[in-house]
């Protein structure tokens, strides 16, 4: 079946770097696009951006571009995200989601567990 | 960007009723090309992730039951539960990817 493993919960300062991988399994992932959503604590979703693995363009959101890196490891079939210059507006749930290799432009099949990310002096 | 705004915010149903939530698109998600709504429904309960219920505005994503239904074209789309179940407790989002995604702020539902 198909899964998605997020890692585990991360505090950190202002200023700071934090990377999120998110494991998948069951599916061809190299033929997908990861697209990654946030939602802030009690807050709506809020999409991110997304890469396709299969031709590894990217499309970032305007609101965390400049910041914001997505990866992919074909190998381990794990897609990472990473958030730099941390801000405590970005303390939220951040979630990976499957979603077609074309275009970051689509619907999300299925999502990770999600990884709290908290932002704190 | 196409910004998506639903109604109401929140609503309570009775067991066994209907629910219906509205969403609209600031500007039509219908592609001409591909004769599709580019239109999304999800449920999220507590602690959970986001399913994804409904896509291109009323296919049923496998393994969804047949209680959910959505409908619309254009800028106005409608996800409706027919006969309301306890597990059916969430909140619903409605999600654009005519363009850039984006989502819906949420409709919480509740029991009666």
């Known amino acids: 079946q198909v899964q998605l493993v997020q890692s585990g919960a991360e505090v950190k300062k202002p200023g700071a770097s934090v990377l999120v991988s998110c494991k998948t399994s069951?599916?061809?992932?190299?033929?997908?696009?990861i697209s990654w959503v946030r939602q802030a604590p009690g807050q709506g979703l809020e999409w991110m951006g997304w890469?396709?693995?299969?031709?590894?363009?990217?499309n970032y959101a305007e609101q965390t571009q400049g910041r914001v890196t997505l990866t992919t490891d074909t190998s381990s079939t794990t897609a990472y995200m990473e958030l730099r210059s941390l801000r405590s507006d970005d303390t939220a749930v951040y979630y990976c989601?499957?979603?077609?290799?074309?275009?970051?432009?689509?619907?999300?099949?299925?999502w990770g567990q999600g990884t709290l990310v908290t932002v704190s002096p | 960007d196409i910004v998506m705004t639903q109604s109401p915010d929140s609503l309570a149903v009775s067991l066994g009723e209907r629910a219906t939530i509205n969403c609209k698109s600031s500007?039509?998600?219908?592609?001409?090309?591909?004769?599709?709504?580019?239109l999304a429904w999800y449920q999220q309960k507590p602690g959970q992730p986001p399913k994804l219920l409904i896509y291109?505005?009323?296919t049923r994503e496998s393994g969804v039951p047949d209680r959910f239904s959505g409908s619309g074209s254009g800028t106005d789309f409608t996800l409706t539960i027919n006969s309301l179940q306890a597990e059916d407790v969430a909140v619903y989002y409605c999600?654009?990817?005519?363009?850039?995604?984006?989502f819906g702020q949420g409709t919480k539902l509740e029991i009666k």
């Open positions: 291109w505005a009323s």
């Open positions: 069951g599916y061809n992932f190299t033929t997908s696009g």
């Open positions: 989601a499957r979603t077609d290799y074309r275009s970051g432009w689509y619907y999300f099949d299925f």
């Open positions: 999600q654009q990817y005519y363009s850039t995604p984006f």
């Open positions: 500007q039509s998600v219908f592609h001409r090309s591909s004769n599709k709504n580019y």
């Open positions: 890469i396709s693995v299969y031709t590894g363009n990217r």
